[in-house]
């Protein structure tokens, strides 16, 4: 597990609880087990029984996605999740992300976007997310990940990855055991079995 260290202010349960979803073995879900909210936006349907999934009028790549019913009195968390496609993978991320934050009961609410690895799409993303006061961003997959670190990295959000390949062989990060000294967590699908 990396340590990490971040700029400014942090949402350390948020953080933590990524890290956790990433670091877990976490079983497929099944093409026919989701339920499409769009053509590159799908969650399982255990998730679509908690949460409630709205194509932003006008804009097919924004996904909001909020808790059917609030069980927690802690403050909201906003999240941002940049997607730079449609994956399988990262319906079962997001899926499991969902769920995991049902059972722990936290106050959250995503804006999910695909930016389509477009770099005015993403700026207007990001320019979004600090104008609108959101806690944290997801990065959904190394596409994602490899755009934000030229992009946002030092920015003043926090930026967790999910569904991303090894950041020391990608040259994001300099070690296993060292924090990134930026607002970046990262996780990692394919670290080094002895690291």
Same mark, same amino acid.
């Given at each position: 597990m990396f340590r990490y260290k971040f700029a400014g202010n942090v949402v350390s349960a948020l953080v933590a609880l990524v890290i956790t979803l990433t670091a877990a073995v976490v079983?497929?879900?099944?093409a026919h087990? =989701?339920?499409?909210v769009t053509d590159w936006f799908r969650i399982g349907k255990d998730a679509v029984k908690e949460w409630d999934s709205v194509v932003q009028p006008g804009d097919s790549n924004i996904v909001r996605v909020k808790p059917k019913r609030f069980a927690s009195s802690q403050p909201l968390r906003r999240i941002i999740v940049l997607y730079p496609r449609r994956s399988s993978a990262y319906d079962?991320?997001? =899926?499991t992300f969902l769920n995991v934050i049902q059972d722990k009961r936290l106050n959250a609410e995503l804006t999910v976007i695909n930016f389509q690895t477009d770099d005015a799409r993403g700026k207007a993303a990001l320019e979004f997310a600090e104008n609108s006061n959101f806690d944290l961003i997801l990065s959904m997959g190394s596409e994602s990940t490899a755009w934000l670190w030229t992009n946002y990295r030092g920015g003043k959000l926090p930026v967790v990855t999910v569904c991303s390949k090894d950041p020391v062989?990608?040259?994001q990060s300099a070690g296993y055991d060292v924090g990134s000294n930026t607002n970046f967590a990262f996780t990692s699908l394919n670290m080094p079995i002895d690291a």
């Open positions: 079983p497929s879900v099944p087990a =989701t339920v499409t079962t991320a997001i =899926t062989l990608l040259g």
